[in-house]
């Protein structure tokens, strides 16, 4: 089974709107962490957000925030206001558990296009 | 603060040929992973090293291998090259591992092999 899922291959939205990406995750370890990342054409990964299993209140950052629903066990990333510069590949990734150190498990990742 | 710098940026080989990559991570980072992207598999953990152990290991063969320097940077060598091993390899630094260290990841050698 997938660890984690990104079930929207691309999402198109226009300027100025808001616009969520999902990620469910699947996990047995009560502590994990959560994180997305944002890749442009250029390749390079750009950290975004992070979440930790036990906290208690949604992770934000700037325009981006993290609906963080633990019993769902999912981790959407909601962008508000997108930009032109928003267009890339969105990936959400988990850390599992302490022993996993720096190997994070990703989603195959969602395209989205911001339209003028 | 410089990011995390890989090189080459792009290369080609072919089938057979052995290559090394580098990486030299953010300053006072002591963690650096290395991770493999292409289009079929997506991103996968391939290493990571910290204080010049190899701590943590993916699911590649024994032809992916690494090494940390005293200096934290690092090198990943791929022997013996096949054409699946055509990806993007990204390197990527962290101040520690656990919780919410975040890895910086720099922006990847291409390999194409032929």
Not at chain 1, 32 to 40: E, I, M, N, T, V
Not at chain 2, 36 to 41: I, K, L, N, V, W
């Amino acid at each position: 089974a997938q660890k984690i899922t990104q079930t929207q291959p691309g999402m198109f939205v226009q300027e100025k709107e808001a616009v969520t990406l999902d990620c469910t995750y699947d996990t047995s370890d009560p502590s994990y962490g959560l994180f997305w990342y944002k890749q442009p054409s250029s390749g390079e990964m750009i950290f975004l957000i992070y979440q930790g299993s036990y906290d208690q209140q949604n992770a934000t950052e700037g325009r981006y925030s993290l609906n963080f629903q633990k019993a769902r066990k999912s981790a959407n990333l909601v962008i508000s206001a997108s930009q032109l510069g928003d267009s890339a590949m969105y990936f959400c990734a988990m850390r599992e558990g302490p022993q996993a150190g720096t190997a994070l498990i990703f989603g195959k990742g969602t395209t989205l296009s911001v339209s003028s | 603060k410089a990011g995390v710098t890989q090189t080459p940026r792009y290369l080609i080989k072919t089938r057979g040929q052995q290559v090394t990559l580098s990486c030299s991570p953010i300053s006072g980072h002591r963690s650096v992973s290395w991770y493999q992207q292409t289009p079929g598999q997506g991103l996968q953990f391939l290493f990571e090293y910290f204080s010049e152990t190899q701590r943590n290991k993916g699911n590649f063969p024994g032809r992916f291998s690494g090494r940390q320097f005293s200096n934290s940077r690092s090198e990943m060598n791929v022997s013996t090259l096949e054409l699946g091993d055509s990806a993007l390899y990204l390197c990527a630094s962290s101040q520690g591992a656990q919780g919410a260290n975040v890895l910086t990841f720099g922006a990847g050698s291409r390999l194409t092999v032929l």
